[in-house]
């Protein structure tokens, strides 16, 4: 379960990874282990809780219902920040990785043979949240 120093914390720093201060962490109202990223009313994604092996992690999930054209496009435009940008992976053909500038962020996976769909994935640490 999220604390709400923690809820603070992961709200803090996604604001400051995806740049946009709008974004807001709330409980899961259906999983006391997860929690709901908002952007206006609209919930982007969810965060994880990971205790395995005495260390505590979270994970940033976020669904992108559009094609690998308009992937940078569309995050640029939904979380209003110019300096988001894809970058492909040596020998990975599944999936880039997003960055803020220099500031590496995740993985966007694809989800379907059509690439119609993806996936974002971001790993967050204990200490990455020490100084939010």
């Known amino acids: 379960m999220l604390s709400k120093t923690e809820q603070h914390q992961l709200q803090a720093f996604l604001r400051h990874s995806f740049g946009n201060p709008a974004l807001r962490v709330s409980p899961n109202p259906k999983n006391p282990e997860m929690a709901d990223v908002a952007l206006g009313e609209r919930v982007i994604g969810v965060l994880g809780v990971d205790d395995e092996d005495g260390d505590r992690s979270f994970s940033f999930e976020m669904k992108i219902p559009v094609e690998r054209a308009s992937l940078q ?13 894809i970058k492909g992976r040596a020998k990975k053909t599944d999936s880039v990785e ?35």
């Open 98 to 132: 997003l960055n803020n500038g220099d500031d590496f962020l995740g993985i966007i996976s694809v989800d379907n043979p059509a690439a119609t769909s993806f996936t974002l994935q971001m790993a967050i640490l204990d200490f990455d949240l020490e100084d939010m």
């Open 73 to 85: 496009s569309y995050l640029r435009l939904m979380l209003e920040n110019d300096k988001l940008t």
